[in-house]
């Protein structure tokens, strides 16, 4: 049974900068399409991006492209998630999740995930 553990959350003003990482143990997530939800207070849990298998393919939410980038290190079995430019409204726990072989076009829905990380918190400060 893998973990998704995310970190590098933490508090930031707005126009700074933050790297997230998804590190994963018990399991290689080299077959694992990946992506990073939020979810902030009362509100529900939304896509930011996901990124293919391979790495060769990337999807952003529209709130997020352009600001945001997913990448992965297959060899440090990590996925990341650098984001740039960081509003008030990216405030939320961002949390890493995991589909075996996952196509693209299912990822933003969240549904039939394989695993999921408890989240990391982040907080954008004006």
């Known amino acids: 049974q893998a973990q998704l553990v995310e970190s590098g959350g933490g508090l930031v003003q707005a126009g700074g900068s933050l790297r997230l990482s998804c590190g994963a143990s018990?399991?290689?997530?080299?077959?694992?399409?990946m992506a990073w939800f939020r979810q902030a207070p009362g509100k529900e849990r939304e896509f930011v991006a996901a990124i293919s298998w391979s790495g060769g393919r990337t999807y952003y939410a529209d709130s997020v492209k352009g600001r945001f980038t997913i990448a992965r290190d297959n060899a440090k079995n990590t996925v990341y998630l650098q984001m740039n430019s960081l509003k008030p409204e990216d405030t939320a726990v961002y949390y890493c999740?995991?589909?075996?072989?996952?196509?693209?076009?299912?990822?933003?829905?969240?549904?039939?995930?394989?695993?999921w990380g408890k989240g990391t918190l982040v907080t954008v400060s004006s």
């Open positions: 999740a995991a589909k075996y072989f996952g196509a693209m076009s299912s990822m933003p829905a969240g549904a039939g995930m394989d695993y």
């Open positions: 018990g399991r290689t997530l080299s077959n694992y399409a």
